[in-house]
């Protein structure tokens, strides 16, 4: 377990950190880079659960996506070694099981679509769109890393299912899609 003790330590000082491995890198490298913007996916979903409180099944699964994300962020924080001095925490395909799950049991509760979603409705579903599209991004920079250095293939399709599930959601909080914002093609011509 983490205990803290300082919260400022002066080592990046100098534009590097610390990887979880001990391996210093520059803050701009593109490990820190994927790792970095999974945090910001995590406090996203934070702001969108401020919304979801009346609802403990969507507040539920955000908590859980939560505490992935850390797992997640603690996953690309630490590259692949032959023989680590402490096993790293990796993201599992049972968490990528778990959310496939999730959408299957939310997406039979919805209409199907008849066209794109903008982003809006609820305050919850506003803030999940966002959190949606942030997740995007760090699988953008997870799967650049991935040409240069082994990811795991599971935080892979982890973050790819998240984004899914974040939207599966988003519509469920709109009223099971009946708040949902549609897309109107041309429509303001």
Not at 80 to 95: N, T
Not at 157 to 176: C, I, P, Q, T
Request: hydrophobic share 40%.
């Amino acid at each position: 377990m983490v205990k803290l003790t300082r919260i400022y330590t002066r080592g990046g000082d100098r534009g590097e950190t610390s990887l979880g491995n001990g391996a210093r890198v520059p803050k701009h490298d593109l490990r820190v880079a994927a790792y970095g913007t999974v945090d910001e996916a995590n406090a996203v979903v934070g702001l969108a659960r401020l919304h979801t409180r009346n609802d403990a099944d969507a507040d539920s699964m955000l908590a859980r996506v939560q505490n992935d994300l850390f797992d997640l962020g603690a996953d690309l924080c630490t590259p692949e070694e032959a023989e680590p001095k402490y096993p790293p925490l990796r993201i599992l395909d049972s968490q990528v099981d778990r959310l496939e799950r999730e959408i299957d049991a939310m997406n039979g509760e919805l209409a199907p679509l008849t066209s794109f979603i903008l982003p809006g409705g609820s305050p919850a579903a506003a803030h999940l769109h966002l959190a949606r599209t942030v997740v995007r991004r760090a699988e953008r920079l997870m799967t650049e890393l991935a040409l240069h250095e082994p990811v795991n293939p599971a935080a892979v399709k982890y973050a790819n299912r998240l984004s899914d599930h974040l939207f599966v959601l988003s519509r469920r909080l709109n009223g099971n899609g009946a708040a949902d914002v549609l897309w109107v093609p041309g429509g303001n011509r």
